[in-house]
């Protein structure tokens, strides 16, 4: 069996093991609720929304529904990969797996991709049902651009929570550690980010929360570069035409390839220099 023929068996034999794990029972109820349901609720003709916020278009209420992603698909990425360095460094298994002849660099991409691969099609598909059920319920299409970028955005968004959390595994010396590592990420990116930027506006002398206020606005944008959950959004905002945050493409770009390449080179290279 060639190297790469051994990665891709090994990598498929541990995203099997994972999928009939008992996390799977936690994790896909949360998602079928969260993805096609919010959809399901969102293209309601008699669904309305605080604020003022549209859902003329299909890809208004898949920004919307983004939101349900954030909560529960990364949530499942951490879920997934909390553990998934730390649990066998812990029993010992790490050892053995980095002794063998495939090298760290492979047990690095084995790891990797079989915690991508758990999340990250499973959300592909439902995110690409609730594409389906946006155009039952309207009958309208979100067009290919929007899918495109509604889908990938959402792959790449699992990517990096998983990314991360394997990372913070890798250092962890014991479980709870690991999980506090995990959920505490989660938790800052997810319900806390907010007042992070609040915070540093404050200090910036810049009037909080003031949507008319285009100094607030702007700071808030380029604070979400730092924040994988904003770069997600970001690339949705794309495809809006009625959202201006001060930011072209580029930036947004360039932050959503940093979050993607710069942890995974950096769980690869904490492996290869790991002490089991």
């Known amino acids: 069996m ?12 541990r995203a099997a093991r994972q999928w009939m794990s008992t996390r799977t029972v936690v994790a896909l109820p949360l998602l079928l609720l969260a993805i096609p349901g919010s959809a399901w609720g969102l293209s309601d003709p008699n669904t309305t929304l605080p604020a003022d916020i549209p859902l003329d278009t299909p890809m208004q209420m898949l920004f919307v529904s983004s939101l349900f992603v954030l909560l529960t698909a990364t949530l499942s990425a951490v879920l997934y990969a909390w553990d998934g360095v730390s649990r066998d460094r812990a029993s010992g298994v790490l050892e053995v797996h980095l002794g063998r002849g495939m090298g760290r660099r ?10 991508l691969m758990v999340t990250t099609l499973p959300v592909l598909l439902l995110a690409t049902v609730a594409v ?3 155009r039952i319920r309207t009958g309208a299409w979100a ?3 929007d899918s495109v ?4 955005s959402t792959a790449l968004v699992v ?6 959390a394997l990372l913070a595994s890798s250092y962890a010396r014991d479980q709870g550690t690991a999980i506090a590592f995990g959920v505490g990420v989660w938790f800052l990116f997810t319900m806390l980010w907010l007042l992070v930027t609040s915070v540093l506006a404050g200090l910036a002398g810049i009037e909080v929360g003031s949507t008319a206020n285009a100094q607030w606005v702007q700071f808030e944008a380029v604070v979400d570069l730092l924040s994988p959950n904003g770069v997600y959004h970001h690339l949705l905002e794309l495809r809006l035409d009625d959202v201006d945050r ?3 493409p580029f930036p947004v770009l360039v932050a959503a390839l940093a979050w993607t390449i710069v942890p995974l080179w950096w769980f ?4 290869e220099r790991l002490v089991p």
């Open 268 to 271: 690869q290279r904490r492996i």
């Open 2 to 13: 060639s190297p790469a023929a051994r990665v891709a068996w090994l990598t498929g034999r």
């Open 106 to 115: 492979g047990q690095a991409t084995v790891i990797a991709a079989s915690h």
């Open 149 to 152: 970028v509604f889908l990938g």
């Open 159 to 164: 990517t990096w929570y998983t990314s991360i």
């Open 132 to 134: 389906f059920i946006i």
């Open 246 to 248: 001060g930011l072209g």
């Open 143 to 145: 067009s290919l651009g």
